[in-house]
C-alpha cells in the first residue's frame, strides 16, 4: 500500500528574516512558511507564482517574448484551475506554500508519465520565488507533494544549479536522460524509494 503525502498545513519555523518584495531590505517580516492543499480560489496567484518564477529562473534561456508574453500569466490560470477542479486530476497532489499570508510557491505531482519509469510518483512543478529561496518553503512543498516510502522523478532545467543542487540534497540523482522542452534543456533526476 503505498503512503500519500499528508497536505495538513505544516509551519516551518525560521530563525532569519528575509527581506519581501523581491529583495528590498526596507521591508522586513518573520519568515515561517506554510505549506498547505491549493484550493480553486488559489489559481490566479499561483499563476502570478508560476509566471514570476519562469521570468526570474529562465530570463536569458528562454526568450523575452514568451517570458513577458501578456497571455502567459491567463494561461497558467487557466492550467490551475483545471488542475484544481476537473476530476480528472483529482489524484494530483498540488499544494502552496505562504509567508506572512501571501503564497510565495506552489508544486504539484502525480503518476509517472515516462515511458520507461520504475517510480510511482513525479514532479510536474515546484516553484518558489526567489525572495523566499532559503526559507524552507521548497522543502516543505517537496515534502507534501512527493512521498519518501516511494520511488520519484523529475525534469528540471539544465543549466539550473541551484534547482539541481537542491534536489541533490533530497536525494535525487541525474539518470542521464535529458530532452527539450520550451527552447530549455532538461535532464531527468531520480529519488529511489527512502528507508524509513
Known sequence: MSSTPSLTPIIYAMDRWPATDEGNVTQRVNLHPIIRPATPTDAAEMARIHVTSWQETYRGLMSDDELDDPEFVPTRERFWRIGLTDERFKHHRIAVAELDGRLVGIAQSASPTDDDATWS????????????????????????????????????????????????????????????????????????????
Open 121 to 196: 510518483q513525479q514532479l510536474n512543478v515546484l516553484y518558489v520565488l526567489a525572495f523566499a529561496h532559503g526559507t524552507g518553503a521548497g522543502l516543505g512543498l517537496l515534502d507534501a507533494v512527493l512521498s519518501e516510502s516511494e520511488g520519484a522523478a523529475l525534469w528540471v532545467a539544465d543549466p539550473n544549479p541551484r534547482a539541481q543542487a537542491f534536489y541533490r540534497k533530497h536525494g535525487f540523482v541525474p539518470d542521464d536522460s535529458s530532452k527539450e522542452e520550451y527552447g530549455i534543456r532538461e535532464i531527468r533526476m531520480v529519488r529511489e524509494q527512502m528507508e524509513s
